[in-house]
C-alpha cells in the first residue's frame, strides 16, 4: 500500500477504544485489553506500526470484540506487512462494527490495493451509505468503477465527489478525462482548464486539454504539450502529442524534432525497463547492458544513472558508481535520493567530510528524512563530532523511533561521551525492539558492568552466549564476573 493511502487511512483511525461487547467479560482483563488497545493506537500515532501491531495483538487476544483495536491493527499491517493481514483486521472491525463507514473505507481501500474492484466497490457504495458528504469515499468508488471500466458510473462518482469538495485537484482530472472519452468536448476542456487554473504543473490535466485541443484542431494545442515537456522531460507522451500537433501546423521541423525525440525516449523507457526486470532477476550483466542502452537515448537521465548504481553496487564497483552519482547531481543538484546514495558510498570508503556534506545537503531538501539524519549521525560519529552525531541521532529516532540501529548507534556515541545512564537507556531500548541483537546486550552488559550492576551484567551476558554460544568477549566478561566478590 502507497504511503498516501495509509496516511488517509491513518487519519481515520487511531479511535477511541470502540468495544462492542459479546460476552461478560472480567473487568480486570477488560480493562487490560482496553489499556492495550490504547497503548496500541498510540503507538501507531507516533510511527510505530510494530509495537502497534504487538500490543493491539494482545488486546484483541484479551477482547476479541475490540473493534478499533481489529481497526488499528489493520492499519498497523497496512504500513508494513501483506495486505492479507489488514484487510482480515479490516473485515473483522467491520463485522464488528458495519455501521462504522471508516471501517468499511479501510477494508475497500484495502481490497483496492490488491485489485480486488467490484469488492472494494460494495464496501464503498455501503460507506458511501452511511456517510453520503465524504467526498474521498466518492473519489475512491470513481477510482473502483474506472477500473473496471464501468466509466458512467465513475463519471458520477466524480461529479459527486466535486459537488463535496469542488477543489478535488485529482477528481476535476478523472472528471474531465472522462468527458473527453465520451466526447462532451467543451465540457471536458472547461474543466481541464479549471483545474490547471489550480495546479499549473499537472502533467496528466496539460495532456490531456493538449490531446483535447488537437481532435479540436486548435492550434493552442502545443501550449499545454510544451508545458508538459518541460515538467517531465523523460516522459515520451507530450512529445508524442506535439509531433501531431506541430505537423497540424505545418511546422515541419518541429515536427521531426519531436518524432525524434519520442524514439529515443521510447527506446530509453523499453531498455529501463528490461534493466530493471533483469535487476530482479539479479543478472547484473545484463541488466547493465540494457541500462546503458537507456542512457545512451537518454543522456541527461538522472534515474538510469541511479539504477546503473544500484548495479555497481551488487558488483563491488564503487568507483562507478560515485562518477554516476556525481553526473546525476550535476544534472540535478537537488536530487535527494542521489544524494543520499553518494552519501552512503563515501560514508563506506571513509570520506567522511563528504559524506557528512551529502546528507546534510539531502536533509536540507527533505527535513524530515530518516536516512539523510540517520547518514550524517554516522558520519559525525566517526568524524569525533560527538555531539553533532547525539543531534543527528536523535533527529533520526525522533522520526523512526523503533529502528533498532539508530538506537544502538546512539549508545555508542553515548559511551564516548562517558553519558553511560544515557548510553544505558538506548541499549536497552535496542534490545527492546530486536531482543535478537546480540551486540546491544553485549554493550548492555558492558554498560552494567560499568554502572557495578553485576546481576544484571550477567543477565546481560548470559543472553549474549543464549544467542551466540561462541561469543567469546561475552564469555570472557562473565569469567571475570565469576571471580568478583
Known sequence: MQVGLFLALLALGCSGSG?????????????????LSNRGSLSLQQGRPHRAIEALQRATALDSSLSSAHFNTGLAHARVSPHARAISAFERARALAPQKPRFLFALASSLRSQHRYLEAATYLEQAIALAPARAEYHFNLGQVLRATGDFAAALTAFERTLKWAPDHIEARYYHSDLLARDQHLD?????????????????????????????????????????????????????????????????????????ERFQRLSAAKRHLNQGNIYIRRREWDRAETELRRALKNDSTSVEIRLRLVSVHAQTKRPEA????????????PDHRDALLALGDIQLRAG????????????????????????????????????????SALRRALALQPDHRDACYALGLVYVRLERYRNAQAYFARSTAIDPTHVESHYALGLIHIQQGQQALARQALNQVLALQPDHQRARTKLAELAQTP
Do not use: C, K, M
Not at 468495544?19 to 489499556?35: C, M
Not at 563528504?354 to 547518514?375: D, K
Open 19 to 35: 468495544h462492542e461487547p459479546a460476552q461478560v467479560l472480567d473487568p480486570e482483563r477488560q480493562q487490560e485489553a482496553l489499556r
Open 187 to 259: 465540457e471536458a476542456r472547461a474543466g481541464f482548464e479549471h483545474l490547471l487554473a489550480q495546479s499549473p504543473d499537472h502533467v496528466q490535466a496539460l495532456l490531456g486539454l493538449g490531446s483535447l485541443l488537437l481532435r479540436q484542431s486548435d492550434p493552442q494545442a502545443t501550449v499545454p504539450l510544451e508545458r508538459a515537456a518541460r515538467i517531465e522531460p523523460h516522459s515520451p507522451s507530450p512529445h508524442y502529442l506535439l509531433a501531431q500537433a506541430y505537423d497540424q501546423i505545418g511546422q515541419t521541423e518541429r515536427t521531426q524534432h519531436a518524432r
Open 321 to 332: 558508481a560515485v562518477q554516476l552519482l556525481q553526473e546525476a547531481i550535476a544534472l540535478q
Open 351 to 390: 570520506v567522511l567530510p563528504a559524506a557528512a556534506l551529502r546528507f546534510t545537503q539531502a536533509l536540507e531538501l527533505e527535513p524530515n528524512s530518516f536516512a539523510a539524519a540517520y547518514g550524517l549521525g554516522r558520519a559525525r560519529w566517526r568524524s569525533d563530532d560527538l555531539q553533532g552525531a547525539v
